[in-house]
């Protein structure tokens, strides 16, 4: 620890960790958040080196947002599959076969795929961005469970494309029956990248952001969590006497765990590995998040 605090002040760094990063590496952040809070805050932070724990769209989204500033991402393995599951030639086929459609994309997608869209979204402020546009087709990509989820509470036409989250895509009815019957006062949060009959039978969708501010303004004190494993540490460290449940064992991503103490100290000593985006596609990228920060 002493090594990395002062590798940190060297450098001017700080270390943001994704809520679904490994409890030491949330325990070692300067601040913990969801993808947007840790770009957003990456873009004001008095810092000249960005750590960015998470996977690699996280990372470029902070780069995006904080050009001025040196974005490192401990591991390059740390991917996230949802994200690659569409491209930006994919994105353009759908705007021919929809012409006219304004696109959305999910915040896990590449800044090439952002490039491409009108507007990014979160799953915090992803059904406010799309009642923020005007009525019309809109293209969802890449998640499809997100999309239908908007599509349902929208009541809108909304396209769709066939990705999705492999840990949340896991989660069956069988796993929600097992919770409601070992936790009966449980209330059941889960995040809406979560298959459509899941969500149909929650007490509560929402991203991590929002089950972070739930679970501490709920007077209930029992809580089945469906989104990945690594927001119980946090839930738990800010909610003493309340209880948080895993909804599936599923709900666990590999690419997430990437990141140890030993990389942060190499990627501060070393200043790689560099998460750049090239300035063509930077731009529109920017513009695409700037519009929803603009929309939420
Ligand atoms: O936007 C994020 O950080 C993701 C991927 C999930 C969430 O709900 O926070």
Known sequence: MEELQELKRRRQAIILAHNYQPPAIQDLADHVGDSLELSLLAARADARVIVFCGVDFMAEAAALLAPDKLVLLPDLRARCSLADMITP????????????????SYINTSAAVKAESDVTVTSSNAQRVLDAIPNGEVIFVPDGNLGRYLATRSGRRV????????????????DVRTARRLHPRAVLMVHPEVRPEISACADLVLGTGGMVRMARERPETEFIVGTEAGLLHRLTGENPGKRFYLLS?????????YTTRDRIIACLRDLEPRVQVPPGVAARA?????????LT
């Open 159 to 174: 396209v769709t494309w066939d990705g999705h989250c492999r840990a949340h895509h896991e989660v069956r009815v069988d």
């Open 89 to 104: 030639e994919d994105v353009r086929a759908l705007r021919t076969m929809h012409p006219g459609a304004a696109v959305l």
């Open 249 to 257: 064992p599923s709900l666990w991503c590999h690419t997430m765990k």
């Open 286 to 294: 920017r513009r695409a998040m700037e519009r929803m920060v603009e």
